[in-house]
């Protein structure tokens, strides 16, 4: 059974950072997509950031510059570096798998973590 267990949320003042983490088991995250998603209150989910296999990402224009996404392939973890966060950042952040190795969209995940919430506060 795959599971995945996103850690690192919490309040910060704008302008600060934050490091989320999504720690995968029951099968290697290597050769495989992951994502990051986000849904804030009243909100529908939204895409925030991926990265493929080989290390290729993309993110979407509200958190380019700011969030960094990365992997560790031996530690079967990717990460999510927030920084220069801003009261709309506020969100239920969640991690995503997909099996293929590039990102297809939110709607090809196969596995989803349970989130982790990041207040941002003014």
């Known amino acids: 059974q795959v599971q995945l267990v996103e850690s690192g949320g919490g309040l910060v003042q704008a302008g600060g950072s934050l490091r989320l983490s999504c720690a995968a088991s029951?099968?290697?995250?290597?050769?495989?997509?992951m994502g990051w998603f986000r849904q804030a209150p009243g909100k529908e989910r939204e895409f925030v950031a991926a990265i493929s296999w080989s290390g290729l990402t993309i993110y979407a224009d509200s958190v380019k510059g700011r969030f960094t996404i990365s992997r560790d392939n031996d530690k079967n973890t990717v990460y999510l570096q927030m920084n220069s966060l801003k009261p709309e950042d506020t969100a239920v952040y969640y991690c995503?798998?997909?099996?293929?190795?590039?990102?297809?969209?939110?709607?090809?995940?196969?596995?989803w973590g349970t989130g982790t919430l990041v207040t941002v506060s003014s």
């Open positions: 029951g099968r290697t995250i290597r050769g495989c997509a």
């Open positions: 995503a798998l997909d099996r293929s190795s590039y990102y297809r969209g939110s709607q090809s995940m196969d596995y």
